[in-house]
């Protein structure tokens, strides 16, 4: 069994945050270090570490984040403006917290999609 992280006390509100949207599928809340004026991070409501370890039984959790990431762009008033989803997976990805999650970025221009080091 992989190891809880944060997030699965978040989606059973053991500890606080600002969810903004939970269904029976996925949960989303405000990033606690926002990058953007909208950071939000969906993620399925049951553990998967990250993309690798997705299986075809999560096809529909996964279709889900998606269409809440759009459900959430019309409750932030970013649908016209824009937004960028983002899924980091692994060291090179840079993914820090090993429960799968989707960033929803908005209300600013996000620039360039990868940094130009
Ligand atoms: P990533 O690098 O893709 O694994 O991003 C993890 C994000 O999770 C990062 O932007 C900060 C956010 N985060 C980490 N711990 C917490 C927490 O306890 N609460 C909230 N709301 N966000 C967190």
Same mark, same amino acid.
């Given at each position: 069994m992989p190891e809880e992280t944060i997030f699965s006390k978040i989606i059973r509100k053991e500890i606080p945050s600002d969810i903004v949207y939970q269904d029976d599928l996925v949960t989303a809340f405000r990033d606690i $270090?926002?990058?953007?004026p909208v950071h939000v991070l969906i993620v399925p409501n049951?553990?998967?570490? $990250?993309?690798?370890?997705?299986?075809?039984?999560d096809e529909a959790v996964m279709g889900r984040m998606m269409n809440v990431a759009r459900i959430i762009a019309e409750q932030e008033g970013i649908t016209e403006s824009g937004y960028r989803l983002i899924v980091n997976c692994g060291p090179d990805g840079h993914q820090d917290v090993m429960h799968l999650h989707m960033h929803i970025l908005g209300g600013r221009d996000m620039g360039f999609m990868l940094s130009r080091p």
């Open positions: $270090s926002p990058q953007a049951h553990l998967i570490p $990250s993309v690798n370890d997705v299986t075809d039984d």
